[in-house]
C-alpha cells in the first residue's frame, strides 16, 4: 500500500477545491490549476483536507494513487504560496536580460539566443548573472527551467555553463602539460 497515497492533504482556507467527477480545479487569488484524475482513483474533500482513494486494489492503482496524492499537493502549495527557481550563468561574457515575453541570453553562441517566456511563468534577472523564474505550476516550473538550462549546460573543466543555484558541478582535472 502506497503510504504517501493515504495522508490527507491540508487545503489553506484562501484556497478553493472544486471536485467534478475525474476533474479537479484548484484556485486563488494567485490563479488557477486543473487536472484530471484517473478512474480508477476517487478524489474527495472533508472538513478542508483532500483524500485521494482506491476505487479498486491494483498494484497499478495503488502507484497512480501516491502520484497523484503528491501532484494535488503541489497544486495546493503552488496555489496558495508559488514555486520559485534559481540559474546561474556562469563564463566570461556570459550575460542574461529579459525583454517583453523573451529571455535574451548570450553565451558564448555567435548570436544571442532568445527564449519565449512560457504564459504562467515569470522570468525575472538579477544583475547579468542569475535568472529567478516563479510560477504556481510546479511542472512548468521544472520543464521551462530545464528548458533554459539546456541552451548551454555547464561542462566539467572550467564549469561554464548555466546551472540550478544548488547544482554542484564535478570539476575534472584538464590536460597535464608537457612541464
Not at 38 to 66: C, H, W, Y
Not at 100 to 110: I, P, R
Amino acid at each position: 500500500m502506497s503510504r504517501i497515497g493515504k495522508m490527507p492533504i491540508p487545503v489553506p482556507s484562501d484556497v478553493k477545491v472544486d471536485i467534478k467527477g475525474q476533474i479537479i480545479v484548484i484556485s486563488n487569488k494567485n490563479g488557477k490549476l486543473e487536472r484530471t484524475i484517473l478512474p480508477e482513483l476517487k478524489v474527495s474533500m472533508n472538513d478542508q483536507k483532500i483524500l485521494v482513494e482506491n476505487r479498486d486494489n491494483s498494484k497499478r492503482t495503488n502507484a497512480f494513487r501516491g502520484m497523484t496524492r503528491s501532484l494535488i499537493n503541489n497544486m495546493v502549495v503552488g496555489v496558495d504560496k508559488g514555486f520559485k527557481k534559481t540559474l546561474i550563468v556562469e563564463g566570461v561574457g556570459y550575460k542574461v536580460n529579459v525583454s517583453g515575453k523573451k529571455l535574451n541570453l548570450n553565451v558564448g553562441y555567435s548570436n544571442p539566443v532568445e527564449f519565449p517566456i512560457p504564459e504562467g511563468t515569470q522570468i525575472t534577472v538579477d544583475g547579468n548573472n542569475k535568472i529567478i523564474i516563479e510560477s504556481i505550476d510546479k511542472e512548468l516550473l521544472g520543464l521551462t527551467s530545464a528548458k533554459i538550462r539546456s541552451i548551454r549546460k555547464p561542462e566539467p573543466y572550467k564549469g561554464k555553463g548555466i546551472r540550478y543555484e544548488d547544482e554542484h558541478i564535478v570539476r575534472k582535472v584538464g590536460k597535464a602539460g608537457a612541464a
